[in-house]
């Protein structure tokens, strides 16, 4: 079974600039999760889809960060513009069934903003 | 590849003894708790899952114990070996809530 998969899996921008992130999910899986993972930290939930509709953005900082999953399968998420402290690892997850199944992760795109 | 969670506290085993760590979770009202393994470079890994109703739960070399009383839950890594050396996250949810994960440790397995 193919795992999580995202793109690229390094980006460096300048501050100010925009960045895209993809991440495709587990075949079938219907949720898909979006985390921001400082170093030296937890992952930090950003979006949850449930198909292509969200299911929880409360800690989505709406103003520069917007994601979409338009066929209820791919999903991007992006930055714009990007501060420097968005520098961090962007993991994608999928699950078969929400909250409270185990989510599986992509490896993340590592962004540095400098 | 890059490192995750560089202050990180950090357990140092003998290879071949055996490992438990630690996470104190922080809403008494979380009924699911999962462990991650993160190596370096990779997303979290899910090693293994306890729900509420249990207190203990066994998979392959790992137990994972939970005791509701005190919000606390530990990882039981048995003979650990080198390839065992990541960071671990404890994570918890109530039900129908996103999961919250702890702030990681780091597993440093020493030959």
């Known amino acids: 079974e193919a795992g999580v998969a995202q793109s690229p899996r390094y980006k460096i921008i300048e501050k100010r600039q925009s960045v895209a992130f993809w991440c495709n999910p587990i075949s079938g899986h219907a949720t898909l999760y979006w985390y921001q993972q400082i170093l030296g930290q937890g992952p930090k939930l950003l979006i949850q889809f449930q198909n292509n509709g969200v299911v929880d953005d409360s800690q989505l900082p709406k103003d520069r960060f917007s994601a979409e999953r338009l066929k209820g399968v791919d999903s991007t998420l992006k930055i714009q513009p990007a501060k420097l402290e968005d520098s961090a690892v962007y993991l994608c997850?999928?699950?078969?069934?929400?909250?409270?199944?185990?989510?599986?992760f992509g490896q993340g795109t590592r962004l540095t903003v400098v | 590849g890059e490192s995750v969670g560089l202050h990180l506290p950090t357990l140092s085993v003998q290879e071949g003894d055996n490992s438990i760590i630690n996470c104190a979770y922080s809403n008494s009202a979380s009924d699911y708790f999962i462990w991650y393994k993160q190596e370096s470079g990779k997303g979290p890994q899910f090693i293994i899952d306890i729900r509420s109703n249990m207190d203990k739960r066994q998979g392959q070399r790992v137990t994972v114990l939970l005791n509701k009383t005190v919000k606390h839950l530990s990882l039981q890594i048995a003979a650990t070996q080198p390839g065992d050396s990541a960071v671990y996250f404890c994570?918890?949810?109530?039900?129908?809530?996103?999961?919250?994960f702890g702030p990681g440790t780091r597993l440093s397995v020493l030959p």
């Open positions: 994570a918890e949810t109530p039900y129908g809530q996103n999961f919250v």
């Open positions: 997850a999928s699950s078969a069934a929400g909250t409270n199944t185990e989510a599986f």
